[in-house]
């Protein structure tokens, strides 16, 4: 600001010290520290939008609203929202158009997760492990985005849908992750199952992803295609389904060698609880699958079978996280110490 000079009469520059935060972390330092409540809530809301896109997603593709919004990033022509057009119904236009902005809250539960983990490792900075899972949301979920716009672009063409599917399915096994880590230790992971027991989850993982990509040529090759103008897999539908369904069954079969092993070393209850819920999901996805493909693929439950993929991700994924053990969790309460990073 200016003030005149009391020595020669000539105004003069009298400098106004600011201060400035000099990173993102001094201001997230600033934020009340997340309780274990909190931390744990914010991850399981990260499983459960991960996984609900997919789900919402199958809606739009089973009431034939994939090209509601037939162009991308805008919805109908230089429209960014639903309006009056000559062959797309009002109300698929709407379905589509709610899914992407599903996707806002998708992202914004993303960057609570970010926020929620990198405030935790400002009192905590031996857990970058946590942040690093922490960014993978948001990371994934932009890069779904830009799948998802291209697969409108390629009006639904059935490999671009099933590309856009499968890339969602890594976000909802590293939520379960991220959800694991909030409530876990650093320290170096100690096996709770024989190196056996490691091979046979490595391999049930492997098979659980080729069951989901099976899954994707059945539906490709299925009547529920977004559209109706799409173009289908030419291959039978009955032998995608086969192959689908034996890759299902060989899944089982390691799960069960699985149990084998934990019976051999007494493996803690903790880990046969887990194993036990993978049952269940496992076979009531089987069965769901199968009734499905006996009543003629009706729509609701074809959202009902990719709610139950995300389910058995879900759960072979907590499976994973809970053969080892990394340790006790320190950073439920914040640092007794810490240093705010402030303006120099």
Known sequence: MWRPSQQCGKPRRIAREYSFPVSLSSLIARLPYPSASVQRAVAIAAVVAQAGIGVTGSVVRVTGSGLGCNTWPRCIGSSLVPVHHDGIAAVNQWIEFSNRMLTGVVIAVAALAVLTAWRVQIDHPERRRLVKLAWTMPGGVVLQAVIGGFTVLAKLEWWTVAIHFLASTPLVWLAVLLLKAFGEGDEKPKPLVPPIGRQLLVLLTVLMWAVLIAGTTVTGAGPHSGDINTHRLDVPIELLARVHSGLLIAYLVVLGVFGLTL??????????????????????????????????????????????????????????????????????????????????
Request: hydrophobic residues 50%.
């Open 263 to 344: 019976m051999r070393v007494r493996a803690p209850k903790s880990v046969w609880k887990r194993y036990g819920w993978v049952w269940i999901v496992a076979l009531l996805q089987g069965v769901l699958g199968t009734v499905q493909y006996a009543l003629g693929v009706p729509e609701a439950m074809v959202s009902f079978h990719v709610l139950g993929s995300a389910l058995v991700i879900v759960a072979t994924a907590v499976l994973w996280t809970g053969s080892r053990d990394r340790g006790p969790v320190t950073s439920l309460a914040p640092a007794e110490k810490r240093e705010l990073a402030t303006a120099s």
